[in-house]
C-alpha cells in the first residue's frame, strides 16, 4: 500500500499539536541532565585525552534503556567533535571547503572518553510524554560544555604548574 502511495505521489505524512493541560511544573517535558569530566592535555603536542565522563540524565520512564543510553552517548560524542574536531570549512559563496574526512575531522574510538559512565534518573516519569519517556539524544548536546571546561581547567592548571598563570 505505501508503495503504490508513493508511485501515485500520495503524501503519507501527518501533523498535529499536542496540548497539555498546565501544572506546577512550567515545561513538564525538558529534560534534564548533569556531567562531569576529567581531561588531560600533552602541553608538548597539544593532544587532548577525556580520562573520564559521568553523566546523569533525567528521560522521564525509559521505553528502552538500552536505546536510550546509546542514543546519549553517541549524542555525546558526535557533540564532542563540533566542540574539538571538527571545523567545517566554506568560501566567500558558502561552498563547503573540507568535502571529505582528510580534511574534516569527526571523532574516532580514540575521542570517546576513557571512562564513560552514563546512567538514566529512576521514578522520574513525565506527566506529558507516550509511556512517561522524554527525547534521549539531542538533549546531550547542552552538557558538552564539561568536556569544555575541563579542557580548559587541565590548561589552567597545566600553566600554573609552569609558572605561566
Given amino acids: 500500500a505505501a508503495a503504490a502511495a508513493v508511485a501515485d505521489k500520495v503524501v503519507l505524512t501527518a501533523t498535529g499539536f499536542f496540548k497539555y493541560q498546565a501544572n506546577s511544573n512550567a515545561h513538564p517535558y525538558a529534560t534534564y541532565g548533569a556531567a562531569i569530566s576529567e581531561a588531560m592535555i600533552d602541553v608538548l603536542t597539544g593532544e587532548v585525552r577525556l580520562e573520564r565522563v559521568d553523566i546523569l540524565m533525567d528521560l522521564g520512564n525509559q521505553l528502552d534503556a538500552a536505546v536510550d543510553i546509546g542514543q546519549l552517548q553517541g549524542g555525546f560524542v558526535m557533540s564532542l567533535g563540533y566542540m574539538f574536531t571538527e571545523e567545517l570549512k566554506v568560501d566567500s559563496q558558502g561552498a563547503q571547503l573540507n568535502i571529505g574526512t582528510w580534511e574534516y575531522k569527526i571523532p574516532t574510538a580514540y575521542d570517546i572518553p576513557l571512562e564513560f559512565n552514563v546512567s ?40 600554573k604548574d609552569n609558572g605561566l598563570g
Fill in 120 to 159: 538514566l534518573l529512576k521514578d522520574s516519569p513525565n506527566p506529558v510524554g507516550i509511556k512517561g519517556s522524554k527525547a534521549s539524544a539531542e538533549p546531550i548536546m547542552c552538557l558538552i560544555p564539561s568536556a569544555y571546561f575541563a579542557v580548559k581547567q587541565a590548561l589552567y592548571a597545566a600553566r
